[in-house]
């Protein structure tokens, strides 16, 4: 049996170890300490949702710092080898031996190195990997709700709609899927009538059938494939084909041909029948109007354009129409709203003699 060190000798040699920044297990992190920490990297990767992973690790030893003292960086990537060993993903608490890392993508893979640096900041270089897959993503979009539906033709309708929130995927990422029907709940949900691009939130139907209620569902649909499952009803009846002869003629006879028909109509614009109508309004320049204005009395497909219009809603004073005059018809209460816009709707189809 070897005799044991004599005591003066061991304690040379802590000394000289300390001197040297190693050999005590009780320093704060020394100033001369260049040694990084001894430790065989992580030991494990688990899925704990879609979108996050927990690392495990056994702890490092240090020649200076106790174990509850080191911090562990955790680098992550998508392919083998490709971590970015420069800038760690996340950083551990001190004495930390599990990380759960957030904000993965579903249904992938990850693979993580894990390095231990003590507290002068001397870091392990090991390149030991872990890895795993987050789960799949299987949870549905939040509908946000409020979809309007407005006519704007004989054949269109103007669709939008609220943008949805997902676990995952951002707004922009979002599409939607609509689904129309012209009875209430009468929605294919397995074929949408139309899918927007991502981010989108209006759609404009077009090549629908003339004065015909139409029925709206628009659900969101995220980046896996998952649609939430709302069955919030927008409606809307596309335009009506106005009769010139049935119901446009009757409201200029009743309200305007007394000013505006023979033998004397005033300002040349006669409205007592469409012949007339035709040769003095349609795509006649509006003579109350200042020439800057340009509008014609009657311009087909736009009664935006139409002085006769303006005249009828009392628009006709407004800067950019620079009219003159009293509101149609001349010293009379206004035209019902109503008969305003059967003349409107009438313009807009083309002021066709029908």
């Known amino acids: 049996m070897k005799a044991p060190l004599h005591p003066a000798f061991v304690s040379l040699i802590l000394s000289l170890l300390a001197a040297c920044g ?37 702890p490092a030893m240090d020649n200076v710092d106790p174990a509850s003292a080191l911090i562990y960086n955790v680098y992550a990537s998508q392919i083998s080898g490709a971590q970015d060993l420069m800038t760690p993903d996340l950083t551990s608490a001190a004495g930390s031996t599990t990380e759960i890392v957030t904000g993965l993508l579903p249904a992938a893979n990850y693979f993580f190195i894990v390095r231990a640096m003590d507290t002068s900041g001397n870091e392990d270089t090991n390149l030991i990997e872990v890895s795993d897959t987050t789960f799949p993503d299987t949870t549905d979009p939040i509908w946000g709700g409020g979809t309007s539906a407005i006519a704007t033709s004989l054949t269109e309708i103007d669709l939008t709609w609220n943008a949805a929130t997902d676990n995952q995927a951002m707004q922009s990422q979002l599409v939607y899927n609509i689904y129309s029907a012209t009875v209430s709940g009468g929605q294919n949900f397995l074929a949408p009538d139309f899918m927007t691009p991502p981010g989108i939130l209006t759609h404009t139907f077009t090549g629908l059938t003339p004065d015909t209620d139409y029925f709206f569902v628009v659900r969101a649909q995220d980046p896996s494939g998952n649609e939430d499952t709302n069955l919030m009803e927008a409606s809307a009846r596309t335009f009506g084909i106005v009769s010139f002869a049935t ?16 033998p004397f109509p005033a300002q040349g614009q006669d409205l007592s029948n469409y012949t007339t109508i035709d040769s003095t309004a349609i795509n006649v320049p509006a003579n109350e109007t200042m020439l800057t204005s340009m509008l014609d009395r009657i311009e087909p497909f736009d009664s935006t354009l139409s002085y006769l219009i303006h005249k009828i809603d009392g628009t006709h004073l407004d800067p950019a129409v620079q009219g003159s005059g009293l509101q149609m018809p001349r010293l009379r209460p206004p035209l019902p709203l109503a008969d305003r816009d059967l003349i409107r709707a009438w313009i807009n189809q083309g002021a066709q003699n029908n």
């Open 22 to 58: 190693g050999g005590s297990s009780s320093g704060g992190g020394g100033s001369g300490d260049g040694i990084p920490p001894m430790f065989a990297g992580a030991t494990a990767a688990f899925a704990l949702s879609d979108a996050s992973i927990e690392v495990s690790w056994a």
């Open 247 to 262: 119901q446009v003629q009757p409201i200029f006879t009743i309200n305007c041909v007394v000013c505006h028909g023979p």
